[in-house]
C-alpha cells in the first residue's frame, strides 16, 4: 500500500518541479521561450492570519495561499527597461477558520502585482486581486456558499540569494457575493503574511 502511494507522491513532485522549473539556458529553444506570452517568474508559499468582524464574532481564517507570478512587462513597452517588474499573478488558496467556529474557505485570485527594487536585497511589491471563492461559515450577514474575494496588498521582500526571498506582507479583503444571493453584507479581514519565493529568469 505504501509503495504506490510514494510513487504517487514523486510524481506529483515531479510534475510540480516540472511546471517550476526554468526554461533551458541554450539555444533556439531559450529564445523561444523568453518570447513566450505568459512567462513564470515567481513561485511563493504564503502563510497568514486574517482578522475581522462578523455578527457572531470574530472572524479568523488562517491563510494558506500559493501565490503563481507570470512577467507581463512586453505587453507594456514603457515598462520594457523599467527596473520594477509587472506580473499576472493566480493564487490559489485553501483557508482553515477557527473564529467564530470551525469553517473553511477556498478559492482563486487573479490579479497584477508591481514590484520594485528598493535595494540590492530589499523590494516593495504592491498587489490586487479578485476571484471566485467557496465559505461555509454561517452568518446572518452573509449567505455562505459561492463568493467573490477581493484583495489589495503591499509588501517588502528581503532576497536570501538572487533566487529566493522571504517576504512580509499586509493585505485587505473584502468578500461578498455581488448579490447573487442574499443577505449580502460581505466580510472584511485584514491580514498580515509572510512567504518565501522562488524566482525564474
Avoid at 51 to 79: A, C, K, N, T
Avoid at 113 to 129: A, C, E, F, I, Q
Wanted: glycine share 10%; proline share 7%; charged share 15%.
Amino acid at each position: 500500500m505504501m509503495l504506490p502511494r510514494l510513487n504517487q507522491f514523486i510524481l506529483f513532485l515531479t510534475a510540480v518541479a516540472m511546471f517550476l522549473a526554468p526554461p533551458p539556458a541554450f539555444g533556439d529553444r531559450a529564445e523561444s521561450a523568453s518570447q513566450a506570452p505568459f512567462k513564470l517568474t515567481e513561485s511563493t508559499i504564503i502563510v497568514g492570519y486574517g482578522s475581522g468582524s462578523i455578527p457572531e464574532g470574530s472572524y479568523e481564517p488562517v491563510m494558506l495561499i500559493w501565490h503563481l507570478g507570470f512577467d507581463v512587462r512586453h505587453f507594456f513597452p514603457q515598462l520594457e527597461n523599467h527596473r520594477g517588474t509587472l506580473s499576472l499573478c493566480l493564487e490559489p488558496e485553501f483557508n482553515p477558520v477557527f473564529n467564530p467556529e470551525t469553517d473553511v474557505e477556498f478559492g482563486i485570485g487573479f490579479g497584477l502585482k508591481y514590484r520594485h527594487p528598493l535595494t540590492k536585497v530589499l523590494s516593495g511589491y504592491v498587489l490586487g486581486s479578485v476571484g471566485p471563492h467557496f465559505i461555509t461559515v454561517k452568518t446572518k450577514d452573509q449567505a455562505n456558499g459561492f463568493i467573490f474575494s477581493n484583495t489589495v496588498g503591499a509588501g517588502c521582500s528581503y532576497f536570501l540569494t538572487e533566487r529566493s526571498a522571504l517576504s512580509l506582507e499586509y493585505r485587505f479583503r473584502h468578500m461578498s457575493n455581488a448579490s447573487i444571493k442574499e443577505p449580502n453584507g460581505g466580510i472584511d479581514c485584514h491580514i498580515g503574511a509572510m512567504g518565501y519565493s522562488l524566482f525564474f529568469d
